[in-house]
């Protein structure tokens, strides 16, 4: 069954953000800002950095104190397939592949583990979509 990446952001409040970063013109940067910005609760994951964007930064997806609802792979296809054989991911999570941070071989490792994936949509222009939607029923 598609997941529809729209009801999930409808649905869904914490982001994980693997690959984030305190780069601000880096996709990582900006995922953690636009997200914290419309009001996700937001994990950033990077061993590298101790905050982004003033939010804790977490070394790994098990030092987050919380339950997660998406996690969002913001890396290579390469960085994501070694992450991904590396890591446990509770099966209720969302995992998003955003555009050009995925490939064939990630992805049939990810459909193997029987994940819940969102491939090809970036979170941030799903919201947009999202906000879009909602703005246009209210004027109806």
Not at 44 to 60: M, R
Not at 68 to 78: C, D, E, G, H, K
Not at 90 to 112: G, H, I, M
């Amino acid at each position: 069954m598609e997941i529809d990446p729209v009801e999930v952001m409808k649905s869904t409040q914490t982001f994980a953000i693997l690959g984030a970063s305190a780069n601000e013109s880096s996709y990582g940067f900006k995922l953690v800002k636009n997200l914290c910005d419309v009001g996700y609760n937001i994990f950033p994951v990077n061993p590298k950095y101790e905050t982004i964007y003033g939010i804790k930064c977490y070394k790994s997806l098990d030092e987050i104190p919380s339950k997660i609802q998406n996690i969002v792979f913001a890396l290579s296809p390469s960085n994501s397939l070694k992450l991904l054989n590396q890591i446990n991911i509770d099966k209720s999570c969302y995992v998003w592949f955003p555009p050009e941070c995925w490939n064939e071989e990630l992805l049939e490792t990810a459909k193997s583990k029987e994940l819940r994936i969102i491939v090809d949509h970036c979170p941030i222009g799903t919201y947009l979509k999202l906000n879009y939607l909602k703005q246009h029923k209210e004027e109806k």
